[in-house]
């Protein structure tokens, strides 16, 4: 399955950019406040008051060089540079947010974040395997210029690879065999469900903002990323094609020393079957239904209202709709 990022565009991107215009310029007011506060200076604080410490708080003396095979520090080594990839991510959000700067701003702890988990692994390897730590040109290959894309399509691609992430790394945390990388895969995993819950804030205040089309959007993506079931390929933002002028080395996969590390990671190594697939199709579901105020028990459900929106959509977009709807 191929799945083009750039080509997701059934709501153009001029009329996703305006997101968060309207309240920054004519913040709405009820009884003298403003409608929607800023979500960055509670995020702030939230993240930093769980943030861990690299020295202190991984169990870095615990190592035991007997539990770690050749084979286990060369996943470390993939997954540090495929973590590298949200340097490229940061610059596609900053450029494709540019009218909203709550969101924008909480990049910054987003990208700390991120950058740190690709460190504590490359520190990881740089104290027990010095001879797999990646090179600054393995990791600078993976940044490279993403298409642009609508901002809600992308917002919720990001809410899914956290919630995936998540998963997969506590599944990673199950594989390994040496305490020091165990517990380091649970701290990433425990970052990366924060993610998803810091993105679907998000998700709630473009509801709040611009309603239906961001529904659909979600509802839109929401159905190709709960549809895996592993198809031939694995649904996470770093595995999808992202710059047709690329093609085919336009996944941050793709330029990876090893371009099949991930598919064999997750089927090989960490075996993430049906029972594991499941759970990230069950947390996107239960999600989207809180989100959107229904209950949505299996994918197609999800599809079904989906099109409903789509609909719904395409009958407010009609001419002479906007003054039927003001
Ligand atoms: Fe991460
Ligand atoms: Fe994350």
Redesign the pocket.
């Known amino acids: 399955m191929r799945f083009l990022i750039s080509n997701r565009a059934a709501i153009s991107p001029t009329t996703i950019n305006g997101i968060g215009h309207g309240c920054a310029d004519q913040p709405p007011k009820i009884e003298g406040f403003r409608k929607h506060h800023m979500l960055y200076p509670e995020l702030f604080r939230q993240l930093e008051s769980v943030r861990w410490d690299m020295e202190r708080d991984i169990p870095w003396a615990s190592f035991d060089p007997a539990a770690l095979s050749d084979e286990q520090a060369t996943t470390i080594k993939m997954n540090a540079i495929t973590?590298w990839a949200?340097l490229p991510a940061t610059e596609m959000f900053l450029r494709d947010n540019r009218g909203d700067s709550d969101f924008s701003a909480f990049m910054s702890i987003w990208f700390f974040e991120?950058q740190k988990?690709s460190l504590v692994l490359m520190e990881y390897l740089r104290r027990f395997r010095p001879d797999l730590v990646p090179t600054e040109a393995e990791l600078h290959n993976v940044r490279f210029e993403f298409d642009p894309a609508p901002a809600l399509e992308t917002l919720m691609l990001h809410f899914c690879g956290e919630i995936r992430?998540n998963h997969w790394y506590r599944r990673a945390s199950e594989w390994h065999t040496e305490p020091v990388i165990k517990s380091i895969y649970t701290r990433?995993s425990q970052?990366?469900a924060r993610h998803g819950g810091a993105y679907l804030k998000y998700m709630k205040r473009a509801i709040q903002n611009v309603g239906l089309e961001a529904k659909s959007a979600f509802a839109k993506v929401g159905v190709l990323m709960a549809s895996a079931r592993r198809t031939s390929q694995a649904l996470h933002p770093t595995n999808l094609h992202v710059n047709k002028a690329l093609f085919p080395k336009d996944t941050v996969q793709s330029r990876l020393p090893n371009p099949d590390w991930l598919e064999h990671w997750l089927d090989k190594q960490i075996d993430f079957d049906a029972v594991w697939e499941n759970k990230v199709v069950e947390r996107i579901l239960h999600n989207m239904s809180l989100l959107m105020e229904r209950s949505f028990g299996t994918v197609q459900e999800l599809n079904k209202y989906r099109k409903e929106l789509a609909r719904e959509l395409g009958s407010a977009l009609e001419p002479g709709a906007a003054g039927k709807a003001a």
């Open positions: 973590e949200a991120e988990h992430l990433l970052d990366e």
